[in-house]
């Protein structure tokens, strides 16, 4: 399994426009972060995680063109905007999108002229919408299928999913996990997680409270991501323990 971070940070991207602070104008590249997504080589399966505005940018740069499913965390801008994009990679069949029951239904009202019929010609990706609630499958390219646990979050007041697919978690944009998610999240091999800013956040995992909540949940390997212009990436691996560390735009793990 491989998993390629298309984008690592918070919602406004960084550099901030017209943000002249250190991280905003650092010549470091591992400080150039746009929103938050991964890609997910999975058993059978290449899964995307989230749509941001620069789905297209992420894919052109890291030479990918194709996947079988897309997973929604939740519906803010910067985790599902950039859903049109997708259209090339529908033009022979749908792209089947997951997320919860609430997510779907916005995503319906959101981008209702993808659903709503209208003129031939008109470029409208091809999309198949799939309310997920709990474990689920996705069909794999040999005719077998992989499995999907959604992992429910607080995000603030917001319930959003994270996704756990094999050994590997995705959990971005929460505040807190609830006890009943906790279970789900056993024997991981890579954890990714929110890791917004030093400072305390009504809606973001701070970066003590993160690395509380990965000795807690004891992957082999935990990456933060969403990180805003607070945090320089060079300063923050010098400051975290061994398996712990911030991930950046275009890395690539091998789990
Ligand atoms: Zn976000
Ligand atoms: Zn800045
Ligand atoms: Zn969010």
Known sequence: MEVIFLGTGTSHGIPVIGCDCPVCTSADPRNNRTRC??????????????????????????????????????????????????????????????????????????????????????????????????????????????????????????????YRIGDFAYLTDCSYIPKSSMHLLNGLKVLVLDALKYKDHPTHLTVEKALALAKKIGAERTYFTHMCHDIDHAKLLSELPAGIEPAYDGLRIII
């Open 37 to 162: 997504s991964v890609y997910v080589r999975a058993e059978g399966a290449d899964i995307i995680i989230d749509m941001t505005p620069e789905f297209r940018i992420q894919m052109l740069r890291e030479k990918l063109s194709t996947a079988d499913a897309v997973l929604i965390t939740h519906t803010h801008a910067d985790h599902l905007h950039g859903l049109d994009d997708i259209r090339p990679m529908t033009f022979n069949s749908p792209m089947p999108v997951y997320g919860s029951t609430k997510v779907v239904g916005i995503i319906r009202k959101r981008f209702d002229y993808i659903f709503n019929v209208t003129q031939m010609g008109g470029g409208k990706p091809h999309i198949q919408l799939n309310p997920v609630e709990g474990p689920f499958y996705i069909p794999t390219k040999d005719g077998g299928k992989l499995e999907v646990i959604p992992v429910p979050m607080l995000h603030g007041k917001l319930e959003t999913f994270g």
